[in-house]
Antibody, heavy 116, light 112 residues
Framework: QALLVESGGGLLKPGGSLRLSCTASGFTFSDHYMTWIRQAPGKGLEWVSYISGSGSTIYYADSVKGRFTISRDNAKNSLYLQVNSLRAEDTAVYYC?????????WGQGTLVTVST | QSVLTQPPSVSGAPGQRVTISCTGSSSNIGAGYDVHWYQQLPGTAPKLLIFGNSNRPSGVPDRFSGSKSGTSASLAITGLQAEDEADYYCQSYDSSLSGPVVFGGGTKLTVL
C-alpha cells in the first residue's frame, strides 16, 4: 500500500522561504509522476506543480511560477517543493499526490502559514 | 474562478440519488481528457473516488458512478448515506497555457 508523508510546513513572514518534503513508500517511486496540490483555508483544491519520474518534465501553475521549484530524489524516495518569496495568498495545506492526473494516493498534508 | 464549474452545494435525504455536475470547455473535458472525482471528508485529505470518467478504485462502493459527455461530466451518488456528506471535486487535464491540471471549485454535499 502506497504511503505519502509530507513535512516542512510552518509559520513564515511574507517574503520568506521554506522547503516542503514528501517521503514515499510502498511503491516504486521513480516510476511515477508526483504532484503538489494546495488548499487554502476553507477553499478548494489548487494544482501547484508536477514532475515526471525522471525529473525531466516539470510544470508549474502560473500563480507560483518563478517562486516555487519542484524536485525529487529517487534514491531517497522523496519529493520536494522549494517555496520562495512567500505571499499571504500562499497560506494553505500543501499535499503531495501520486500521478499527474487522477491522483490515486495523497499525503495528509502540511500547513504553510504566511503572516506578519 | 475555477476552470471547471461545479455547483457550490447539493443536498439530499438518506436513500435518495444526487448528481454533481462538472462543466468544462473545449480545452479540457471537451478535448477528450479524462475526468476524475475526489471525495474530501471534513479534516482529511482528498480521496480518489472515480478515475477515467467512470471507473471506481477498489473499495469505492458502486453507489458512486461517473459519466462524461461533451464538455461536461457528472458524479452520481445513489442510496445516499450520512457518511457521504463531504466535499466533492472534479479534475481534468487542460491544454491551455495556464497549466495542465485543473480542478473544479468543489461541491459540498449535505445529507439532510
Amino acid at each position: 500500500q502506497a504511503l505519502l508523508v509530507e513535512s516542512g510546513g510552518g509559520l513564515l513572514k511574507p517574503g520568506g522561504s521554506l522547503r516542503l518534503s514528501c517521503t514515499a513508500s510502498g511503491f516504486t517511486f521513480s516510476d511515477h509522476y508526483m504532484t503538489w496540490i494546495r488548499q487554502a483555508p476553507g477553499k478548494g483544491l489548487e494544482w501547484v506543480s508536477y514532475i515526471s519520474g525522471s525529473g525531466s518534465t516539470i510544470y508549474y501553475a502560473d500563480s507560483v511560477k518563478g517562486r516555487f521549484t519542484i524536485s525529487r530524489d529517487n534514491a531517497k524516495n522523496s519529493l520536494y517543493l522549494q517555496v520562495n518569496s512567500l505571499r499571504a495568498e500562499d497560506t494553505a495545506v500543501y499535499y503531495c499526490a501520486r500521478g499527474n492526473s487522477g491522483f490515486d494516493y495523497w499525503g495528509q498534508g502540511t500547513l504553510v502559514t504566511v503572516s506578519t | 474562478q475555477s476552470v471547471l464549474t461545479q455547483p457550490p452545494s447539493v443536498s439530499g435525504a438518506p436513500g435518495q440519488r444526487v448528481t454533481i455536475s462538472c462543466t468544462g470547455s473545449s480545452s479540457n473535458i471537451g478535448a477528450g481528457y479524462d475526468v476524475h472525482w475526489y471525495q474530501q471528508l471534513p479534516g482529511t485529505a482528498p480521496k480518489l473516488l472515480i478515475f477515467g470518467n467512470s471507473n471506481r478504485p477498489s473499495g469505492v462502493p458502486d453507489r458512486f458512478s461517473g459519466s462524461k459527455s461533451g464538455t461536461s461530466a457528472s458524479l452520481a451518488i445513489t442510496g445516499l448515506q450520512a457518511e457521504d456528506e463531504a466535499d466533492y471535486y472534479c479534475q481534468s487535464y487542460d491544454s491551455s497555457l495556464s497549466g495542465p491540471v485543473v480542478f473544479g471549485g468543489g461541491t459540498k454535499l449535505t445529507v439532510l
